[in-house]
Nanobody, 125 residues
Framework: QVQLVESGGGSVQAGESLTLSCAAS????????MAWFRQVPGKEREGVAC????????FYADSVKGRFTISRDNARYTLYLQMNNLKPEDTAMYYC??????????????????WGQGTQVTVSS
């Protein structure tokens, strides 16, 4: 059964940290790419970070480089997003996604086959 379940969201002050987790079913975890997206009402879903299946390559949106780190734990079938020095503009619903195919433009939501239900992150100034 394909499944992605996010957790770890919450409300924090600017400058604080949060770690998001995405628990995946075994089959989903074997996807070629896994990524974190975020979305605020009225705006398009935005790619935040992506990691390849072998964890050898990672990609980040310019807005989060140096502050966010994507990683995966193969023993736990879990994807993580460590978010440091959070800013109010990081406030969004965060989604975990997985893509089966190679050649995906990692920032394009249409390239992903599976999505979680989302976890809310709210950063106040």
């Amino acid at each position: 059964q394909v499944q992605l379940v996010e957790s770890g969201g919450g409300s924090v002050q600017a400058g604080e940290s949060l770690t998001l987790s995405c628990a995946a079913s075994v089959d989903t975890y074997r996807s070629n790419y896994m990524a974190w997206f975020r979305q605020v009402p009225g705006k398009e879903r935005e790619g935040v970070a992506c990691i390849f299946i072998d964890a050898g390559r990672t990609f980040y949106a310019d807005s989060v480089k140096g502050r966010f780190t994507i990683s995966r734990d193969n023993a736990r079938y879990t994807l993580y997003l460590q978010m440091n020095n959070l800013k109010p503009e990081d406030t969004a619903m965060y989604y975990c996604a997985a893509a089966r195919s190679w050649g995906v433009i990692w920032t394009d939501p249409k390239g992903y086959n599976y999505w979680g239900q989302g976890t809310q992150v709210t950063v106040s100034s």
